[in-house]
């Protein structure tokens, strides 16, 4: 099972590198060779993730450059928002009317949204779209490794989540968007990394313990907007975020409570 989802992840990630080369002017053999001459033209510290992710988000925007922002609408048209989605959308919004659950988005339901702010416009969806799919697969080809154990070496895997990270990263940058991966890619990716992955000294753990705690903390008392396929998913105030964050925070005091007292 594991074994087919990864074959699955690893057959749509170089589809949509190769798509993405494409539409930059280059093959995939050279993506790392232009990764490396845009740090070098570059003035700033940045890491060689960080390039990557920025190189890979302008290389979304052009392959969607010719494509109509109307074209993004229908797309939309297949998206069924459930229950957990209309109490979201009712809280951030009292004066919008509840859509009926589980039934597809019509033209005039996605208007409607837009209308009061729970969904970006066509333009705006344009310009994220093609980011946060590759964002989606990234994220979930990293996560295997929390279904096939933390033996061996999972810096591959680390890494996906890493440029996951930095592409939704990139995305609120240039947009001013917050992709949903921007927030899972921490708090069920990196954060919870620092919490599994052993393989470090006492106070390496304890520092990375440390951390978790805060920024799971400041995550659940945050209230930024978060948005998948250009819809509000996230505010930080779901029931499952909030439990999401007080577990790992516990997780955290009780793994920095095993640690052996400091000298």
């Known amino acids: 099972m594991i074994k087919e989802a990864e074959e699955a992840l690893q057959q749509a990630h170089d589809q949509m ?68 989605d209309i109490e979201l959308l009712t809280r951030s919004e009292e004066g919008w009317t509840p859509l009926k659950a589980n ?3 019509t033209s005039e339901d996605l208007e409607e949204l837009r209308r009061h702010g729970l969904a970006k416009d066509n333009k705006k969806l344009k310009s994220v779209y093609l980011a946060e799919q590759l964002a989606s697969i990234l994220y979930t080809r990293g996560r295997l490794m929390f279904y096939k154990g933390f033996e061996g ?22 947009t001013g968007i917050r992709l949903l991966h921007l927030l899972i890619t921490e708090t069920n990716g990196l954060l919870y990394i620092k919490l599994a992955i052993n393989g470090k000294s006492d106070e390496e753990k304890r520092t990375d313990y440390q951390y978790a705690y805060r920024r799971y903390k400041e995550l659940c008392e945050s209230n930024y907007q978060y948005f998948e396929h250009g819809i509000l998913k996230e505010d930080g105030k779901t029931s499952y975020h909030i439990m999401r964050c007080y577990k790992q925070m516990m997780t955290a005091n009780i793994k920095q409570l095993e640690l052996p007292e400091q000298e």
């Open 17 to 84: 590198l190769n798509l993405l080369c494409a539409a930059g002017g280059i093959t995939l053999d050279s993506l790392d060779a232009t990764v490396q001459e845009r740090i070098l033209e570059g003035n700033g510290p940045d890491t060689v993730i960080e390039t990557r992710a920025r190189v890979l988000y302008q290389f979304c925007e052009r392959a969607v450059s010719d494509i109509p922002p109307e074209t993004f609408d229908r797309l939309l048209h297949t998206i069924v928002l459930n229950e957990e």
């Open 103 to 105: 039934t597809p988005l």
């Open 153 to 174: 070496d999972k810096t591959e895997y680390i890494k996906y989540i890493k440029l996951a990270n930095y592409v939704a990263r990139e995305v609120k940058k240039e």
